[in-house]
C-alpha cells in the first residue's frame, strides 16, 4: 500500500526520498504549485527572489553528506555573501568560517531534486484526513484523493493540528505539543532599488531592532534578479503586530527601515511583501525530531518538531522515514 506525505518542503521531501529510496511507494501532496515550503524563491521578470529560507548550512555528517550530494548535482552553491552585524546604528564585518549554502537557481532546486522520482501532486490542499483504523482517506475541495496505509504530515505546526484535531483521535502528549504555537511570524519585503546601495555587505544580521532582523542583497547569489534587490525579514514580535496590515503598509514600513539601516534614501522601482504566518521557531519550543504514532499509522515531520532551521528540518523528514521503515 502507498504511503502519503502532505507537505512538499524539504522535510517532507527528505521523508519521500528516503522512503522511495527503500522500495516504499509514496504519493506526496502539496498546495502550492511548486515544492519548496518555505524554502521558496519567487519568480521576478529578471531572476529569482528569496523572500523565505535565505541560505542553509550543514551543523551534521549527515546533512552535509547531502549538502554535497546537492554540490555534485549543480542544485546548490557555496553563498560567499559578505556578513555583517548592524547595532545601534554600526555596522561590524563579521567574517567567519561557516559555509553557507544556497539552492540555485532558487532555493527550491535541492527540494525538486529530492522529488524527481516521486509522484507529486501540487495545487493540492489537503482539506481534511480519515482514518478508519486501517487506511487514512486524504480529501482535497472536490473529495477524496486516495487511500492510504500510512499518512505523514510534514506541515506546519498549526495545519497539522487543523488537518488532525478534527479527528478527535489525537493523544494527549500531541495535544500538548500542539498547545503552545511552535512557529513564529514574518513578513518578508523585497525592494528593487532604482541605484545601488553602497554597502559593503551582502548579509546583514540586525540586532536588538524592535523592527527588522535580516537584510540582504539578493543580487549576488546565482539565478537571482542581476540588478539591486533588497530584502529585509521583520522580527517575529513587530511581524505579530502587523499581521494583518495592509502590504503597502509594509512596503513603506520596509523602505524606511532600510534607509535608517542603512543611512542611505532608497528609490524604490519595485517591491513584494511576503506574509509567513509560520515561519521560524519559537525559542522557548521543545525538541521532538519527528512523531511516529504506529497504532494511528501516523507520523509528524517538519522543522518545528526539530529546532527550526532547514538542516533539522531534513533530519526530522529523515527520521519520519526511517519511524516508518522500522
Ligand atoms: P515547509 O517548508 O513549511 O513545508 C510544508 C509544506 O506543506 C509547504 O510546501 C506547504 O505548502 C505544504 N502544506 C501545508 N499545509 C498543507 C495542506 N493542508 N495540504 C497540502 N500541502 C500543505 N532556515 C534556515 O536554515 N536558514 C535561513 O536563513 C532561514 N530563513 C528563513 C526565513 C523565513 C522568512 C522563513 C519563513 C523561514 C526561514 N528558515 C530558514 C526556516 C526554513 O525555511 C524552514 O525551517 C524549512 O524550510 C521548513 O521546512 P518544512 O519542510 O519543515 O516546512
Redesign the pocket.
Known amino acids: 500500500m502507498t504511503i502519503a506525505i502532505?507537505?512538499?518542503?524539504?522535510?517532507?521531501a527528505a521523508c519521500a526520498a528516503q522512503l522511495q529510496q527503500s522500495g516504499r511507494n509514496v504519493v506526496v501532496?502539496?498546495?502550492?504549485r511548486v515544492?519548496?515550503?518555505?524554502?521558496s524563491s519567487k519568480r521576478a521578470a529578471a531572476g529569482y527572489l528569496d523572500l523565505?529560507?535565505?541560505?542553509?548550512?550543514a551543523r551534521t555528517k549527515a546533512f552535509a553528506l547531502q549538502c554535497q550530494q546537492w554540490l555534485d548535482a549543480g542544485v546548490v552553491e557555496r553563498w560567499t555573501g559578505r556578513i555583517a552585524t548592524y547595532q545601534q546604528g554600526q555596522f561590524t564585518a563579521t567574517p567567519d568560517d561557516t559555509v553557507r549554502f544556497v539552492g540555485i537557481p532558487s532555493m527550491q532546486a535541492p527540494v525538486g531534486q529530492m522529488l524527481d522520482e516521486v509522484t507529486l501532486h501540487s495545487r493540492?490542499?489537503?482539506e481534511r484526513v480519515q482514518f478508519n483504523g486501517t487506511l487514512w482517506q486524504l480529501f482535497d475541495a472536490i473529495g477524496c484523493v486516495g487511500e492510504f496505509s500510512q499518512l505523514v504530515l510534514?506541515?506546519?505546526q498549526q495545519?497539522a493540528a487543523q488537518?488532525l484535531t478534527a479527528q478527535h483521535r489525537i493523544d494527549a502528549d500531541l495535544t500538548s505539543i500542539f498547545g503552545q504555537a511552535a512557529l513564529l511570524p514574518?513578513w518578508?519585503v523585497d525592494l528593487q532599488l532604482a541605484t545601488p546601495l553602497p554597502l559593503d555587505f551582502d548579509g546583514i544580521f540586525v540586532k536588538q531592532d524592535t523592527e527588522v532582523s535580516w537584510l540582504a542583497r539578493q543580487s549576488i547569489k546565482s539565478g537571482r534578479c542581476a540588478i539591486e534587490h533588497w530584502l529585509l525579514?521583520f522580527t517575529p514580535s513587530w511581524s505579530e503586530q502587523h499581521l494583518e496590515a495592509d502590504k503597502s503598509q509594509i512596503v513603506a514600513a520596509a523602505t524606511s527601515a532600510l534607509q535608517r539601516i542603512s543611512g542611505h534614501s532608497c528609490r524604490v522601482v519595485t517591491s513584494q511583501a511576503h506574509r509567513?504566518r509560520y515561519?521560524?521557531q519559537a525559542p522557548d519550543f521543545g525538541l521532538f525530531g519527528a512523531l511516529h504514532r504506529p497504532q494511528l499509522a501516523l507520523t509528524l515531520c517538519?522543522?518545528?518538531l526539530n529546532g527550526?532551521?532547514?538542516?533539522?528540518?531534513w533530519l526530522?523528514g529523515v527520521q519520519a522515514a526511517e519511524a516508518i521503515m522500522l
Not at 515544492?35 to 524554502?39: D, I, K, T, V
Open positions: 502532505v507537505g512538499a518542503g524539504i522535510a517532507g501532496f502539496d498546495k502550492g515544492a519548496g515550503g518555505r524554502m523565505g529560507a535565505q541560505y542553509f548550512t493540492c490542499l489537503i510534514a506541515v506546519p495545519q488537518l514574518c518578508a525579514h509567513w515561519a521560524q517538519g522543522d518545528w527550526g532551521r532547514v538542516e533539522n528540518a526530522s
